[in-house]
């Protein structure tokens, strides 16, 4: 079974860091590009960032370049987003994602979240 | 970007009824390979958002026959057949095309 897990959300100040991570078991993970989407509670869903299968390319969403990093182990089978500088307007629940293995095979799968705060 | 739209953004529906959700993109998502990169989501209250239609017409795993995804370049629909109360949630579409992937604004069904 496909599963991917996150962790690290959690209550940060204005101007903290935060690194996200994602668990990903039940299929080839070095195999897919790995994604993150983000929900503000009550609002719509917004692609934030993705990263090859290998690691060596990286796109990111214009309000994510300069503060977002996205990157992945695969020898641990885990990806990362990493969050300079938090602001209020990044307060968000969090997903990772596949969507496209490497090969050109297209099968979406999503974590359940996890929530990132940002208040003093 | 590819701006993603839906209609009508809310729905009430009857159980036992059959309901439609329209999505439209700003670009084709045909891609030469032949596929519509386009999907459908649901997102049930304090969930996750649950894969419903990926690829524009094909049911992930465990999606109830009820479910039906069609259309082709700018213009998909997502039917229900018979909707259940189950159903409720908020749905999204998806272009999975080209980066940065955009989901269209959700369409909140109710019964």
């Known amino acids: 079974e496909v599963q991917l897990v996150e962790s690290g959300g959690g209550l940060v100040q204005p101007g903290g860091s935060l690194r996200l991570s994602c668990a990903a078991s039940g299929f080839t993970f070095s195999s897919y590009w790995m994604h993150w989407v983000r929900q503000v509670p009550g609002k719509g869903l917004v692609w934030v960032a993705r990263i090859n299968s290998d690691g060596t390319t990286t796109d990111y969403a214009d309000f994510a370049k300069g503060r977002f990093t996205i990157s992945r182990d695969n020898a641990d089978n885990t990806l990362y987003l990493q969050i300079n500088t938090l602001r209020a307007e990044d307060r968000a629940v969090y997903y990772c994602?596949?969507?496209?293995?490497?090969?050109?095979?297209?099968?979406?799968?999503w974590g359940q979240g996890t929530l990132v705060t940002v208040s003093s | 970007d590819i701006v993603m739209t839906q209609s009508p953004l809310s729905l009430h529906v009857t159980p036992g009824e059959p309901a439609s959700i329209s999505c439209r993109s700003s670009q084709s998502l045909l891609h030469a390979n032949g596929h519509n990169y386009l999907d459908w989501y649901v997102q049930k209250p304090g969930q996750s958002p649950q894969l419903l239609i990926f690829?524009?017409?094909n049911r992930a795993s465990g999606v109830p026959d009820r479910f039906s995804g069609s259309g082709s370049g700018t213009d998909f629909t997502l039917k229900i057949s018979r909707v259940e109360a189950e159903d409720v949630g908020v749905y999204y579409c998806m272009q999975g095309l080209r980066v940065p992937f955009t989901f269209g604004p959700g369409t909140n069904v109710d019964i």
């Open positions: 690829l524009n017409s």
């Open positions: 994602a596949r969507f496209r293995a490497k090969s050109g095979h297209y099968a979406p799968a």
